[in-house]
């Protein structure tokens, strides 16, 4: 496995353009920085199963792997129960 870092970007506002994408802009110049080789950035819309082909991409050539944007109050953004079910891992109420 490539020990590098991969920033996924997840959004269809994204991905269509609608807004400018300045967090992978800031992610990557910090990575950099950090001396973090990242050789790939993605963007993929709000979809689980695209989501999760972009992850299954993804683990295979990077080490560690930055997401950003679909975190979102809309009804769209899935991103948070996409990788919790990706990743086999329960969603909790939180910190207690």
């Known amino acids: 496995m490539n020990r590098s870092a991969e920033i996924i970007c997840i959004g269809t506002e994204l ?12 992610l990557a110049q910090g990575l950099a920085q950090l001396g973090i080789a990242h050789y790939y950035q993605t963007v993929v819309g709000d979809n689980p199963a695209r989501i999760q082909q972009v992850l299954d991409v993804a683990c295979q050539r990077s080490q560690l792997l930055i997401f950003t944007g679909g975190l979102g109050p809309t009804p769209d953004d899935l991103t948070i ?16």
Not at 15 to 21: F, M, V
Not at 85 to 96: A, N, Q, T
């Open 15 to 26: 991905l269509l353009g609608d807004i400018l994408n300045t967090n992978v802009q800031f």
């Open 81 to 96: 129960e996409t990788l919790a079910d990706y990743f086999g891992v329960p969603l909790g109420s939180g910190p207690r």
